[in-house]
């Protein structure tokens, strides 16, 4: 059996029940992807709208699509049609022009809010205060074809993993917050999406309910 495919059934067999697998197939062609979808595979996470689209257009039909990298603007239309989560969403902007375009193909895409977790600076996300602002809006709560289904977190890239656990569970503390408050037509929080190839088995242990895995899968970039 190829190692993609031996990679993929190990990682899937070790995974909990309610915990679900975002293969992240970013650079690599088309024909991994096949391998992955041969076993079984169904969810695909890239972070570039041009190489999704491609994908997209080649690949079988019955594949959820996870746009989990920085989202612009300008481009939600490229994916619009057919991408069934959005992981990255950080700004209202974003956010109302994802429920435009949505409507535009008379659906509704669900989406993710990125919390910026990590000490170091270098990624997206917003900070608690701003997800708060953005969940109590008028503008957000009017939205008809965009549902908020949890968040989305990513930690330091770091070796000290006392430091990742504290930003998991800083990130699942206010997931609990949120999922106390009361489900609307716009907000149903059920999805905690965080962990990666170097981290997912201690985002489990965290209250990841969906792990981000590349490299571990399809071998290092
Ligand atoms: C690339 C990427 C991943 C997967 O990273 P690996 O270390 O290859 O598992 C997960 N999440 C995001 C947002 C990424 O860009």
């Known amino acids: 059996m190829s190692i993609i495919k031996n990679n993929l059934l190990e990682i899937k ?5 309610h915990v679900t697998l975002v293969a992240v197939s970013k650079t690599w062609p088309v024909e991994d992807l096949i391998e992955a979808y041969n076993v079984g595979q169904r969810i695909f996470g890239e972070n570039k709208v041009q190489e999704m689209t491609q994908k997209w257009e080649h690949m079988p039909k019955d594949i959820q699509w996870h746009m989990i990298g920085h989202l612009q603007s300008n481009k939600v239309k490229y994916i619009a049609p057919y991408v069934s989560l959005v992981h990255s969403v950080d700004s209202l902007k974003l956010l109302t022009e994802i429920n435009r375009q949505a409507k535009r193909y008379r659906k509704v895409i669900d989406c993710l809010l990125q919390v910026h977790i ?19 809006s008028e503008e957000f709560k009017a939205m008809e074809n965009i549902r908020v289904t949890g968040l ?23 997931f609990d917050k949120l999922s106390e408050q009361p489900e609307t037509s716009t907000f149903k929080p059920e999805t905690l999406s965080m962990g990666m190839s170097g981290d997912y088995q201690l985002a489990i242990e965290c209250g990841s309910t ?12």
């Not at 067999?13 to 029940?17: E, H, Q």
């Not at 990590?118 to 109590?136: I, R, V, W």
């Not at 969906?210 to 970039?221: A, H, P």
């Open 118 to 136: 990590a000490e170091e600076d270098t990624k997206f996300g917003l900070n608690e205060e701003e997800l708060q602002s953005l969940l109590a």
């Open 152 to 174: 989305m977190g990513m930690a330091t890239f770091t070796d000290d993993m006392e430091q990742v656990k504290r930003e998991f569970l800083h990130l699942k503390s206010i």
């Open 13 to 17: 067999a070790a995974l909990p029940p």
């Open 210 to 221: 969906l792990v981000r895995i590349g490299s571990s899968i399809f071998g290092t970039r």
